[in-house]
């Protein structure tokens, strides 16, 4: 399993941080060419490994024990798109859904739930037999989660318990319609070990 850290050049300290705790690929975006522009990169990326790759954001805290923490996920589910985020806030259509679910997999002991669609890009893993299929179906005017899950075209799968908080800053991009964010955007539940200090 690798490891690739999408960042911007306004994060770049941060992002090379993440990188260097997981001994990852960074691929920086030193010239405002956007976050999708950036994501299909590390889809290209992924593609040439041999391996199963996880990409993250640059504003991704991974809990401690991350690294080992994914492997039991991706060997669960080997031939499913897993999302190691489920956040609050964003997007926001999404959200009672995704409390709905929750709830329902607290009833029957379930550890994860499952979306037609993935609604964050913070951390992430496409299986390897299906990127070329999502680069040839990538839509480079989409925001990145959703090029990444459309591209993709099945349902996602989100542990109950998210591997990875978001640091929520301000966006570095600017959003399509122009509005401010104002949610809250963290996880909803997040593993039991802390999310690591970057420094």
Partial sequence: MK??????????????CIAHRLGAHLLLDEYDHGANWNHRRAMEWA?????????????ALPVDGFEQLVVPWLER??????SFYLGTGRPPQYQSKVA?????????????ITLPRLIHGVC??????????V?????????ADYAVGDAWG???V???????????????????????RRERRQAWRLHRGAPAILS
């Fill in 3 to 16: 490891f690739v850290v999408v960042g911007h050049h306004k994060r770049r300290r941060q992002a090379e």
């Fill in 47 to 59: 593609a040439e490994q041999n391996e199963r790759v996880v990409v993250l954001e640059d504003d």
């Fill in 77 to 82: 589910f080997p031939d499913s798109l897993v």
């Fill in 100 to 112: 709905e679910k929750l709830i329902a997999a607290d009833k029957i002991h379930g550890d994860h």
């Fill in 124 to 133: 992430y893993s496409v299986p390897p037999s299906h990127l070329p299929k």
């Fill in 135 to 143: 680069l040839k179906q990538w839509e480079s005017h989409k925001a």
């Fill in 154 to 156: 099945g349902v996602v």
């Fill in 158 to 180: 989100y542990p109950c318990w998210s591997l990875v908080e978001h640091q929520d800053g301000l966006s570095v991009e600017r959003p399509w319609n122009n509005a401010l």
